[in-house]
């Protein structure tokens, strides 16, 4: 058993901060690994397919392949995570989260190696499995093992590396693609996805520094979960209530954030020609542009995650979906309908970030509250992973509609308009909505 010390910070032990890094580290590099492939996507899906950087089929085939590939790795994030959060709840939330991280890190990096789009294909099917498993582990380890008057401001901050991973992963691409291979965009990609090993080594030292948690061990003799237990009685509404609002920030998440490596070079393009630049300089600049665009979806994101403690304790979960939701509406709305100059619309990022990215930074401690320990991991794992299977429509259709007009880039902002609608839907599910707020962690 961890030995517990004096509380730290936010009546916290040093353990307990140490538990939360460990987790923290997990999602962080999860949606790092995760998101690689949206950077490198412009440079990677031409060559692969033996196209032209830069031709009008290249840009076209990036737009189909993006949607199809974040698809696919939304169907096998889906099905990593409801398999995995089984497996946390059978073999326990320590070493699910080891196995998990190991196996994105190395399915990341195994892209480095693709020799085809198919090759690719299959390598990120399994990282996607590795990817949709990691959270459940974190999630449900970190909401048994925090104080019960602290689980909303630590799983919000378990979340907070969600946009640090994709900044680091927006920068990785930068440093690469736009610093030291800017010459050579056929290559550099691999180098990218070989930078996916990183969290190979984090998780060997999660497994070294933490221990299961006690509520976990207490229920691990007990019978295996299994999936239907989560329709079954009580269970039913609270596992359609937390499917329903994952649902709908995953949809409007994937569908904006899939797309911001697309839009911003599509910007950056016609401002290039607009410059007069050299194909040199136009890299540069969707390099830069590209980074800017993700760089202040990051920073709204962060901002937004932190704003669910204060707003979840004070309204209830319930009333903070519904402003959330709201905000996501208006912010899509103007972000892609309204006729803005090219590096405003880039900027525009900042409060679809605050809302569309910061909504899930409720996820980590709502999810956990809605099921018994015995369920913890298989519930959140199947309420946040199973709604991806839909979810992964979003980017499809974007980069499949997209890809067949004349105009890439018009045609994608003409597509993505219409996701303001996903949240305006999952507002109105909001009175079935269960509400968890000032109810202890159920054993």
Request: aromatic share 10%; proline share 6%.
């Amino acid at each position: 058993m961890a030995q517990r010390g004096p509380a730290i910070a936010l009546d916290m032990d040093r353990y307990q901060w140490t538990v939360l890094f460990a987790a923290w580290l997990g999602w962080g590099f999860d949606v790092f690994d995760g998101l690689l492939f949206n950077f490198v996507a412009p440079s990677c899906v031409p060559t692969l397919l033996g196209l032209p950087l830069g031709t009008p089929e290249a840009r076209s085939a990036t737009l189909f392949w993006t949607g199809t590939l974040s698809a696919v790795l939304l169907v096998g994030w889906a099905v990593g995570g409801i398999l995995f959060g089984r497996v946390a709840d059978q073999l326990g939330r320590t070493r699910t989260l080891l196995i998990t991280m190991a196996l994105y890190s190395l399915g990341t990096a195994a892209c480095s190696l693709a020799p085809n789009i198919w090759v690719l294909l299959l390598f990120r099917i399994v990282a996607s499995l590795g990817i949709g498993g990691e959270w459940a582990a974190g999630a449900a380890m970190v909401a048994e093992v925090v104080p019960e008057n602290r689980r909303v401001e630590a799983g919000a901050l378990l979340y907070t590396s969600a946009p640090l991973g994709l900044f680091l992963a927006t920068q990785v691409t930068w440093l690469v693609q736009g610093v030291v291979l800017p010459g050579d965009p056929g290559t550099s990609w691999r180098i990218v996805f070989l930078s996916g090993l990183i969290p190979a080594a984090v998780a060997l030292a999660v497994r070294w520094f933490v221990e299961e948690p006690e509520r976990w061990a207490s229920t691990k003799d007990q019978a295996p979960p299994r999936l239907s237990e989560l329709f079954a009685g009580s269970m039913r509404a609270r596992t359609l209530s937390g499917l329903a609002m994952a649902i709908t920030a995953l949809v409007m998440w994937w569908s904006c954030n899939a797309f911001i490596p697309v839009v911003a070079s599509g910007l950056a393009e016609v401002e290039a020609h607009t410059r007069g630049l050299d194909p040199a300089g136009t890299t540069a600049l969707k390099e830069g542009w590209k980074a800017l665009a993700t760089n202040v979806f990051n920073v709204g994101g962060l901002a937004g995650t932190l704003l669910t403690v204060p707003i979840a304790k004070h309204v209830g979960r319930r009333a903070m979906f519904g402003l959330y939701f709201v905000a996501s509406a208006v912010a899509i709305a103007a972000a892609f309908g309204l006729d803005l100059p090219a590096e405003g619309r880039l900027w525009m990022y900042l409060p679809i970030g605050l809302s569309v990215f910061g909504v899930f930074g409720s996820f980590t401690y709502y999810l956990p509250e809605l099921f018994p320990t015995r369920l913890r991991g298989t519930g959140a794992g199947f309420c946040y992973n199973a709604g991806r299977v839909l979810a992964a429509a979003g980017p499809f259709l974007v980069g499949g509609v997209a890809s067949r007009g004349a105009d890439a880039l018009t045609s994608a902002m003409s597509v993505l308009v219409w996701v303001a609608a996903v949240p305006v839907l999952g507002a109105l599910l909001l009175p079935w909505v269960t509400e968890t707020r000032d109810r202890p962690l159920e054993d």
